[in-house]
C-alpha cells in the first residue's frame, strides 16, 4: 500500500512495483532503473509467478502481453477483478485494438516497446498520483454514488456494470463538477500523454457508453452534456 510520511517539505510515497516481463534483459534492465528512483520492484517472468506474488501491498504491475504461459490480457482482468492496483501494459503491440482491449479490461495506462525509462517512470509517477486516496471516498452525483475505495457506481443500490475506463471518465468528471472538459484535455488526463493511441472517435464511443449506463435517457443526457465544439461538462446541482 502506500505509505506517506509528513513534514513540512513535501509527501514521500513509498512504492511496491511488480514487473510481469519474459524478456530477462528488459526486465532487469527495468528493474535497476527504477531502483534508481527508489522504487521497490520484484519480477515474474510469466502468469504463474505472477499469480503467486500479486497481493494487496503492491502499489503497481507493469505488466507484458505477450507471455509463455498465456495473455497479459487475461492476467490484466484477473488483477482488476480482485484488486485496486493499477496496471500500465508495456508491450509490442502498439495497434490501436489492443490498446483500447488494454483499456477496457482495466489497463490504466498503455506505453510500447522500444521506450525510453524517463517516459515510463513519469507514466508511472502519473497514474501513482491518480490511486492516491481521497479523504472522502464517495462521492454523489445526479443520484449516483460513487465509491472511490471500492471502485464502484451504484443507483438506488444497485451497482453499474462499469468498464475501468468508463469508471474512470466518471470519477473525472465527479471531480471537475462545473468546469467544461475539452475533449484533448480528457484524453490527456486519462491516458497521460497517450492521446496519440485513442482518437476522438474512440473518445465518443466511451462517452456514448457511459451514458446509456448513467442516464435515465441516453439521447437527452442530463449527468454529463455536451458543450457543442468544445467537450463535455457534468453541471453543479443539488443531488
Given at each position: 500500500?502506500?505509505?506517506?510520511?509528513?513534514?513540512?517539505?513535501e509527501v514521500?510515497?513509498?512504492t511496491?512495483i511488480?514487473?510481469?516481463?519474459?524478456d530477462n534483459t528488459i526486465?532487469?534492465?527495468?528493474?535497476?532503473?527504477?531502483e534508481?528512483e527508489?522504487f521497490?520492484?520484484?519480477?515474474?517472468?510469466?502468469?504463474e509467478?505472477?499469480?503467486?506474488v500479486i497481493d494487496?501491498?503492491l502499489?503497481?504491475v507493469i505488466?507484458d502481453?505477450?507471455?509463455?504461459?498465456?495473455?497479459?490480457?487475461?492476467l490484466?482482468?484477473?488483477?482488476?477483478?480482485?484488486?485496486?492496483?493499477?496496471i500500465?501494459?508495456?508491450?509490442?503491440?502498439?495497434?490501436?485494438v489492443?490498446?483500447v482491449?488494454g483499456?477496457d479490461?482495466g489497463?490504466d495506462d498503455?506505453i510500447?516497446?522500444?521506450?525510453?525509462?524517463r517516459e515510463?517512470?513519469?507514466?508511472?509517477n502519473?497514474v501513482l498520483?491518480?490511486?492516491r486516496?481521497?479523504?472522502?471516498?464517495?462521492?454523489?452525483?445526479?443520484?449516483?454514488?460513487i465509491?472511490?475505495?471500492?471502485?464502484?457506481?451504484?443507483r438506488e443500490?444497485?451497482?453499474l456494470?462499469?468498464?475501468?475506463?468508463?469508471y474512470?471518465?466518471?470519477?473525472?468528471f465527479?471531480k471537475?463538477?462545473?468546469?467544461?472538459l475539452?475533449?484533448?484535455q480528457?484524453?490527456?488526463?486519462?491516458w497521460?500523454?497517450a492521446?496519440?493511441?485513442?482518437?476522438?472517435?474512440?473518445l465518443?464511443?466511451y462517452?456514448?457508453?457511459?451514458?446509456?449506463?448513467?442516464?435515465?435517457n441516453?439521447?437527452?443526457?442530463?449527468?454529463?452534456k455536451t458543450v457543442?465544439?468544445i467537450?463535455y461538462?457534468?453541471?453543479k446541482?443539488?443531488?
Amino acid at each position: 500500500m502506500l505509505k506517506s510520511m509528513y513534514n513540512t517539505v513535501e509527501v514521500v510515497y513509498l512504492t511496491n512495483i511488480l514487473i510481469v516481463e519474459d524478456d530477462n534483459t528488459i526486465a532487469q534492465g527495468l528493474k535497476y532503473s527504477l531502483e534508481v528512483e527508489n522504487f521497490e520492484v520484484k519480477i515474474a517472468i510469466n502468469i504463474e509467478e505472477a499469480t503467486n506474488v500479486i497481493d494487496s501491498e503492491l502499489d503497481l504491475v507493469i505488466l507484458d502481453i505477450s507471455l509463455p504461459d498465456g495473455s497479459g490480457f487475461d492476467l490484466c482482468k484477473d488483477i482488476k477483478s480482485n484488486y485496486d492496483i493499477p496496471i500500465i501494459i508495456l508491450t509490442a503491440l502498439d495497434e490501436e485494438v489492443n490498446v483500447v482491449r488494454g483499456l477496457d479490461w482495466g489497463a490504466d495506462d498503455y506505453i510500447t516497446k522500444p521506450f525510453r525509462v524517463r517516459e515510463l517512470i513519469s507514466r508511472i509517477n502519473s497514474v501513482l498520483r491518480r490511486y492516491r486516496k481521497d479523504t472522502n471516498p464517495k462521492l454523489y452525483i445526479e443520484g449516483l454514488e460513487i465509491d472511490t475505495s471500492k471502485v464502484k457506481v451504484k443507483r438506488e443500490n444497485k451497482e453499474l456494470d462499469l468498464t475501468a475506463l468508463e469508471y474512470k471518465l466518471l470519477l473525472l468528471f465527479a471531480k471537475n463538477k462545473g468546469i467544461v472538459l475539452k475533449r484533448a484535455q480528457i484524453l490527456d488526463l486519462l491516458w497521460d500523454n497517450a492521446g496519440n493511441f485513442v482518437n476522438d472517435n474512440t473518445l465518443t464511443v466511451y462517452i456514448k457508453r457511459l451514458r446509456e449506463k448513467i442516464e435515465k435517457n441516453p439521447s437527452k443526457p442530463e449527468i454529463i452534456k455536451t458543450v457543442r465544439g468544445i467537450g463535455y461538462v457534468l453541471e453543479k446541482k443539488n443531488d
